[in-house]
């Protein structure tokens, strides 16, 4: 805190944010961004003004998303389904290992879907193939 009051002390007409982790009168810890802004009085330091914004609620968020994307990631590189992702332009982003190996991709290529990759990849038991985004046709 002594070294935020500083930076708000030695930072004129600029906003000051930091983070803080402050004890709460019941003892509790409060992670909160602090933002100042120093006051100046016939060119000195007179003081400073801010805001004080608990971060409780964003933290609990951030470690709940981190723990999803982790649970994600678990069931994705573990299902023995071929699971992938393409951009717009049909470009593989993301492919699984199980998608790499039925596909017979190296884990480092990436290639570009089109008609060839279609009719090279269909389902041994089906006439149509596996493969069919809306954004590729027949």
């Known amino acids: 805190a002594?070294?935020?009051?500083?930076?708000?002390?030695a930072s004129p007409g600029e906003v000051v944010r930091a983070r803080l982790d402050l004890v709460h009168r019941e003892g509790q810890r409060l992670p909160a961004e602090v933002a100042g802004v120093p006051i100046h009085a016939d060119g000195r330091f007179?003081?400073?003004?801010?805001?004080l914004r608990d971060l409780?609620?964003?933290?609990?968020?951030e470690r709940e998303l981190r723990d999803s994307e982790a649970r994600f990631r678990e069931?994705?590189?573990t299902s023995p389904d071929g699971v992938w992702q393409t951009d717009p332009a049909g470009q593989i982003v993301f492919w699984s290992?199980?998608?790499?190996?039925?596909?017979?991709a190296r884990a480092r290529v990436r290639q570009h879907l089109d008609r060839t990759v279609y009719r090279r990849h269909r389902?041994?038991?089906?006439?149509?193939?596996?493969?069919?985004?809306?954004?590729?046709?027949?």
């Open 56 to 61: 409780r609620d964003q933290l609990r968020l």
């Open 46 to 51: 007179a003081g400073a003004h801010g805001s």
């Open 97 to 104: 290992e199980a998608a790499r190996a039925l596909l017979g």
């Open 75 to 77: 069931l994705v590189q």
């Open 123 to 138: 389902h041994p038991y089906r006439s149509t193939r596996t493969l069919l985004p809306s954004t590729v046709t027949r």
């Open 2 to 9: 002594a070294d935020t009051w500083e930076r708000i002390q």
